[in-house]
Structure formats: C-alpha cells, structure tokens
C-alpha cells in the first residue's frame, strides 16, 4: 500500500488549493478512501470519504460546502478540492484507504505520508 499526497502549501485566507494523492500497491477502484487532517496539538481529523465507484461521498460540517472530494480510477489518484480556505483549515492532510468506514479516521497503517496545507494572511 503506497498513497503519495501533494498540492498542499501556503494560502491565504479563502484561498484555493487542490490536493492529489497517487495510490499503489492495492487495487485502487475497488477501496473506498478518505481524507483526514491533523492540525498541530491536535488529534486526527475526517475530512471527507468518497466509495470506490466515486457515486458516495460523505464530509465533515466543518468543510462542507467549502470542500469536494473526488476521484479518477484510471488514474489510480484521489483529489481534494479546497475553496474558501480558512485558518482553521491548517494542518497536514492525509489520504487514507478506508476499510470499514466512509466517516471514520482509518488506522494509521492505511495513511500516505501528508503534505502540510497553511492558511494564513
């Protein structure tokens, strides 16, 4: 199981950013994936949960509306679209494959390695 992020940076305020991850190792369409953030001081955070055919998707209250998940299965990579960003929003953002649930923070073992995302003026 490899799940590689990117497109995390510097933003500010309602600000936009797109977050990739490219998975390999397992068969990508058939896992159901989440998103998950982690701000400093803090414990894991779901984000967002998308089912391996792409037609389910769940979000956290704190970014729905704000946030889109997404996926391409021919590519084998998961997206994250963020719009008006907040600081709120700081942290490092995980893909994650999700065995159980769709709403739920996976065990570690299943997270890419994050690529930080800052929202700040």
């Known amino acids: 199981l490899q799940l590689v992020e990117s497109g995390g940076g510097l933003v500010q305020p309602g600000g936009s950013l797109r977050l990739s991850c490219a998975a390999s190792?397992?068969?990508?369409?058939?896992?159901?994936m989440t998103w998950v953030r982690q701000a400093p001081g803090k414990g894991p955070e779901w984000v967002s949960g998308?089912?391996?055919?792409?037609?389910?998707?769940y979000y956290a209250d704190s970014v729905k509306g704000r946030f889109t998940i997404s996926r391409d299965n021919a590519k084998n990579t998961l997206y994250l679209q963020m719009n008006s960003l907040k600081p709120g929003d700081t942290a490092v953002y995980y893909c994650?494959?999700?065995?159980?649930?769709?709403?739920?923070?996976?065990?570690?073992?299943?997270w890419g390695q994050g690529t930080q995302v800052t929202v700040s003026s």
């Open positions: 998308i089912s391996g055919g792409g037609a389910i998707t």
């Open positions: 994650a494959r999700a065995p159980w649930s769709l709403i739920k923070v996976p065990p570690r073992d299943y």
């Open positions: 190792g397992f068969t990508f369409g058939s896992n159901d």
